[in-house]
């Protein structure tokens, strides 16, 4: 079974521009998390989509925002980029979204804000 | 609110020496879960292990195993015999308000 998919893996911008990352879940996988890590903030929850609907979110601006389709690929959107916005975003796959459920995670998109 | 504590920030040992990873959590919670992560030097978060707080016992899986204690709020991870492909930073996690919260992490390098 395939694991999680991300695209791009790498990314350069330039301040205020705005950039949209993918995420494809494992085949099954109906959730998908969001994380930013940072050296300085480490792993930081961004937000949860489960059957399209956001469920949870992080503390993040709302600048950070993201979607969930109907066949559970999930996109997240970074707009007027700051330099304080170069991270890696990990994206994560459950089958559920029950407390608990073990989530599974894709290889990154490295974003470097210039 | 939860918090997860790696008070370890970077162990180094020689190829063949055992590594203990503490890990230290707290939530009001009475049901959570607790995960170990490892992420080598490509990025990818892997999953290592799964435990509710239902079950203290310890777990062993290979050279890797887990001890348990909700006495002190701790979920350590050793790694017997380690080998230079354990290198990688390790993550303890925290899940009981449908969020999974991470600690800081700790570095391992095995050095051959």
């Known amino acids: 079974k395939a694991g999680v998919t991300q695209t791009p893996r790498y990314l350069i911008k330039t301040r205020g521009q705005q950039v949209t990352l993918s995420c494809s879940p494992i085949?099954?996988?109906?959730?998908v998390s969001w994380y930013q890590q940072t050296p300085g903030q480490g792993l930081q929850f961004l937000f949860e989509?489960?059957?399209?609907?956001?469920?949870n979110k992080g503390n993040f601006p709302g600048r950070f925002s993201g979607r969930q389709f109907s066949n559970s690929r999930s996109e997240m959107n970074v707009s007027t980029l700051e330099l304080g916005d170069s991270a890696l975003y990990l994206c994560?796959?459950?089958?559920?979204?029950?407390?608990?459920?073990?989530?599974?995670f894709g290889p990154g998109t490295r974003l470097l804000v210039l | 609110a939860q918090k997860v504590t790696q008070a370890q920030t970077e162990i180094s040992v020689v190829e063949k020496e055992d590594v203990t990873l503490d890990c230290v959590y707290e939530?009001?919670?009475?049901?959570?879960?607790l995960f170990w992560y490892k992420q080598p030097p490509s990025g990818e978060l892997v999953f290592l292990i799964r435990?509710?707080?239902?079950?203290?016992q310890n777990e062993i899986s290979g050279r890797y195993s887990w001890n348990f204690q909700k006495s002190t709020s701790s979920f350590n991870f050793t790694i017997t015999a380690s080998q230079v492909v354990d290198s990688a930073v390790y993550f303890c996690?925290?899940?009981?308000?449908?969020?999974?919260?991470f600690g800081a992490g700790t570095t391992v390098t095995v050095r051959a």
């Open positions: 994560a796959s459950s089958l559920g979204t029950g407390l608990g459920e073990t989530q599974y």
């Open positions: 085949s099954g996988h109906r959730s």
């Open positions: 989509y489960f059957s399209e609907t956001q469920r």
């Open positions: 939530t009001r919670d009475t049901t959570y879960y």
């Open positions: 435990r509710n707080s239902f079950d203290e």
């Open positions: 996690a925290l899940s009981s308000d449908y969020k999974l919260s």
